[in-house]
């Protein structure tokens, strides 16, 4: 009689054992890969070697590319920082968020519409991975709010266990301290799964050239000697990480992805060299688009499509250029999502896809449509464009106030110089109906609770 009793003990505690290893997370802990995300800011699409720049070296980018893929069709959720970034932590489109514009200071939260901060109750990246057993952390430029909004949450309310960062409250590390910070932590982090948001100030103002980089390029002129020895830096930074990577050898096992948050800078006159006592200002901002029309504060191509560089050794296709796959940033969430082999929450309605097919050479077909909204300064809405919708191979942008709307095919005109509106109504017709509906959903105001005690004793 024992005898069965210590035979059925043993059956149901393997039962057990089996049911936790059937019910367990897509992938152990141990085996999920690393992922790191380099954003940098303000880069255009023609700033890099294997882009075409005219006078910009970038070895490390350009090593990326050869050992990586390479992605034409990516693009981010908005031409300035801050709803970019939104776009990037939630999965959603910033305007969901009602982030319109770059934090900023009290009276300009208030012109604009928007919150004081991001809402660190929103479903998070960073919260997804630590919860699913990453180390995460941030380093480098935050600006998810502002340095002068003083009771703002700080990075461990998103999901953070390390951070360090600027354009952020309380302690700022110097730009330059960035990269340093971030090797610092994939090296302490290289025997468990770690998530890494290396958010570069690289070439965004003030510009701060070193005089190792300024003299690789002592025989350009004065501006774009500036620009190439910051883009330089930069790439620098890049090559540091993959370096670091191979070092520990834990390269094949690591996903990164450098990107930028907008396309680039325009450029300032003769007397906007400098930028009081904190470096150069954008009379250095020569950056280039690659041909793409429109900058930084555009929804034409050259304000939104940026580069996205992907680099995981013996799984992604090496030296291939991906001019079919549709991604763009809201993406991002769900995608290194499926990579870590974690579900999406229940709870939570995504904007994006993941395209991790793509990543692996198999082709992605996106099936939602992509949304911009624009308002700029002072949450005007008489901007041209204001608002953008694509749809398959169709990029349509408008603003009703001013009657003007334009229709773009990507595939034949990938840098949007041709509209073909008048030639395709039924077109127009379809996407604007599709794009103002689903302005209609927006929200009308930010969430109370992302409203500074500043703001609300100012009221």
């Known amino acids: 009689m024992k005898k069965q009793k210590i035979i059925i003990t043993l059956i149901c505690s393997l039962f057990i054992i089996c049911g936790k290893v ?98 660190p109750t929103a479903p998070m990246l960073p919260r997804m ?55 610092k932590f994939i090296r302490k982090n290289k025997n468990k799964p770690f998530f890494v948001n290396l958010w570069l100030h690289e070439t965004h103002l003030p510009h701060f050239p070193l005089q190792e980089y300024l003299e690789q390029f002592k025989d350009l002129d004065e501006r774009k000697k500036v620009y190439a020895a910051v883009v330089a830096e930069g790439d620098a930074g890049v090559g540091a990480v993959l370096d670091l990577l191979k070092e520990l050898n834990i390269d094949e096992n690591t996903l990164v992805i450098f990107s930028s948050d907008n ?14 006592k904190n470096g150069l200002g954008s009379y250095y901002c020569v950056g280039e688009t690659g041909g793409l029309k429109g900058q930084k504060r555009s929804l034409f191509a050259g304000g939104v499509r940026v580069p996205f560089i992907v680099h995981w050794p013996n799984v992604v296709p090496a030296g291939k250029i991906n001019t079919s796959s549709v991604i763009t940033a809201v993406d991002i969430l769900p995608t290194f999502l499926d990579i870590a082999g974690l579900d999406l929450p229940k709870s939570y309605s995504p904007d994006g896809e993941s395209f991790l097919p793509a990543i692996k050479g198999e082709g992605f077909k996106r099936e939602k449509p992509i949304f911009w909204e624009w308002k700029g300064m002072h949450n005007r809405e008489y901007l041209w464009p204001h608002l953008g919708i694509r749809k398959g191979k169709w990029k349509l942008i408008t603003n ?53 005690n500043q703001r609300k004793s100012n009221n």
Request: aromatic content about 10%; hydrophobic content about 30%; some cysteine.
């Open 129 to 183: 991975l630590k919860n699913a057993g990453y180390k995460t952390g941030h380093f480098g430029k935050w600006h998810l709010t502002n340095s002068t909004i003083n009771d703002a949450p700080m990075p461990e309310q998103y999901g953070y266990d390390e951070y360090a960062a600027f354009n952020i409250p309380g302690e700022q590390i110097k730009t330059s301290e960035a990269v340093p910070e971030a090797l």
């Open 400 to 452: 009703k106030k001013l009657g003007k709307t334009e229709l773009y095919n990507l595939e034949e005109d990938w840098a949007e110089h041709n509209n073909v509106s008048e030639a395709n109504p039924d077109i127009v017709k379809e996407l604007y109906e599709i794009l103002y509906d689903w302005k209609e959903t927006l929200p009308r105001e930010p969430k109370a609770s992302c409203i500074s």
């Open 263 to 276: 396309g680039p800078e325009w450029p300032g006159k003769e007397n906007h060299k400098k930028k009081g």
């Open 22 to 119: 059937v019910g367990s997370d897509k992938k152990d802990t141990k085996t999920r890969p690393n992922i790191i995300f380099i954003f940098a800011d303000d880069w255009g699409y023609g700033d890099i070697g294997k882009h075409g720049s005219s006078f910009c070296k970038t070895p490390n980018l350009d090593r990326m590319i050869d050992e990586g893929m390479d992605f034409s069709n990516f693009t981010v959720n908005h031409p300035v920082c801050s709803p970019s970034r939104t776009a990037v932590m939630t999965g959603q489109f910033p305007a969901r968020h009602s982030i319109h514009r770059h934090f900023a200071n009290i009276k300009h939260h208030i012109e604009t519409g928007m919150p004081d901060w991001l809402d």
